[in-house]
């Protein structure tokens, strides 16, 4: 006979078990379905172990320039595998800790791979064995993963997704990384700071086409300054590879080696395989399509996280999570939307916005006023060393709507929320010009943009 809960959720990543546990909070009987670890991509291979591999570069680069603090570093040198050590056992740490936060909320673990059998019906398989799962209530969030290029697929050895970049077996000495967006320049930074010489391949006319133009403008400079070569309107037409490298054809037809090359030009929904297509669910270029409240067009049957689309980020699923279950618990809560979600690049520079961007917010006809505040005015900015960078800001010139915050240079991703807390709270520019912020603190810069926005700022 088939075990029977109130929800089963399909994928157990950052949208997968927060919704497990939020649905345990509200009294469901809830079971999760992982084919590999607790914890997703994001957890085990993505945001996470990422962030450990670039703490280790941070620290390394702050060595080799010990003497900028008066201090001096003799023959720094590293452990490659060590370094992967590291960011693997922070991956571990913290699959043990979902672990430990299923059993607390009393959610059912079920190992294997699932599918949806019918409404209300999810099997799952593992070592050739299948076991039936019964629910009035199915979340699929199974993510996505990195997308191939069609002439040149990832092989783990010379040519690398995000995932083998992560555990590198030895240190690329030249690498071509093909793509742009967040994953691309984190590894870009990450290597180059570890001593590769390293190319960025990008076809539209910028890095990080999503951000705001001055942003992209300010990182490509950045970049380019420690070294790196950046070729923008620009693309990848054929790879040969071999052994002991990769030999890439640009477009307009120049041609050049490098030792390994990471593929970072998007994501692919994991939508095969699940059963959707039986039972009509429908989807837009492979994502799962859903109303604000993770409800697919099939009774029952709901989607969270990457599979449903963009924004591709792990805090938009664990926020979509919860209003999907909180929605099936009857708690009316807000129906999700994307347009208060920030989105953090941890690169060196960093970067982070939310909101619109000074383009796009005159593109849909607001009348702006535009604050800026560089890294250069702020005391603490300049006692940490770090004095290159800026915050943007953008209001409606009408209403002092905050639209859209953009900033780049040290910790701006720890910065960011402050923004995003004003926009969810509806606060004015008059709302900002009054509260008061820390001295000193890197924070004190936020407060100045509002204020150049209108001509009042203070230290620049």
């Known amino acids: 006979m088939a075990d029977t809960y109130d929800l089963i959720v399909l994928g157990s990543g950052p949208g997968g078990y927060v919704a497990a546990i939020r649905a345990a909070q509200l009294g469901l009987k809830t079971a999760i379905v992982e084919r590999e670890k607790l914890g997703g991509i994001c957890l085990n291979w993505g945001c996470i172990p990422t962030k450990a591999l670039l703490r280790t570069s941070e620290i390394n680069h702050y060595l080799t320039h010990a003497s900028a603090y008066g201090l001096s570093a003799e023959k720094v040198s590293f452990d490659l595998a060590k370094i992967v050590d590291r960011s693997r056992k922070v991956a571990g740490q913290l699959n043990a800790g979902v672990k430990g936060l299923m059993k607390k909320n009393k959610v059912t673990v079920v190992e294997g791979e699932g599918a949806l059998k019918g409404k209300g019906m999810l099997t799952v398989t593992k070592d050739g064995k299948t076991t039936e799962l019964n629910a009035k209530h199915i979340i699929v969030a199974t993510g996505a993963r990195a997308r191939d290029l069609p002439f040149a697929k990832a092989d783990g050895k010379r ?55 001055e942003v992209s403008a300010f990182v490509h400079k950045a970049l380019t ?108 809560p807000h129906p999700f939307e994307t347009w208060n979600i920030p989105g953090c690049t941890y690169s060196r520079p960093q970067v982070a916005s939310v909101g619109f961007t000074e383009a796009k917010a005159k593109e849909i006809g607001h009348e702006v006023k535009v604050g800026k505040f560089p890294f250069i005015g702020n005391g603490k900015a300049i006692a940490l060393g770090e004095a290159e960078g800026f915050v943007k800001t953008v209001f409606d010139a009408k209403t002092g709507e905050l639209l859209g915050a953009h900033m780049v240079g040290a910790e701006v991703t720890e910065l960011i929320q402050g923004y995003v807390v004003a926009r969810q709270l509806e606060t004015t520019e008059e709302d900002l010009m009054h509260t008061v912020f820390p001295h000193p603190t890197l924070s004190e810069m936020m407060h100045e943009s509002v204020l150049d926005a209108y001509g009042r700022a203070l230290h620049y």
């Open 159 to 213: 040519v690398w997704t995000y995932r083998h970049a992560m555990v590198p077996a030895e240190m690329p000495s030249k690498l071509l990384v093909i793509g742009s967006g967040a994953i691309g320049v984190e590894f870009a930074s990450f290597y180059s700071d570890m001593g590769a010489k390293v190319t960025i391949v990008e076809m539209l006319d910028r890095i990080l086409p999503v951000e705001d133009e």
């Open 225 to 332: 300054k420690q070294g790196m070569t950046l070729l923008t309107s620009s693309g990848v037409d054929k790879l040969d590879v071999s052994a002991t490298g990769v030999k890439a054809t640009l477009k307009g037809g120049a041609v050049e080696e490098f030792s390994h090359c990471i593929v970072a030009i998007g994501i692919v929904p994991n939508t095969e395989n699940i059963g959707i297509e039986a039972l009509g669910i429908e989807t837009n270029r492979g994502h799962i399509v859903t109303d604000g409240f993770g409800r697919t067009n099939v009774e029952g049957i709901y989607a969270i996280g990457d599979v449903t689309g963009p924004p591709w980020l792990a805090h938009k699923a664990s926020h979509e999570g919860v209003v999907c279950v909180e929605a099936i618990a009857g708690k009316n």
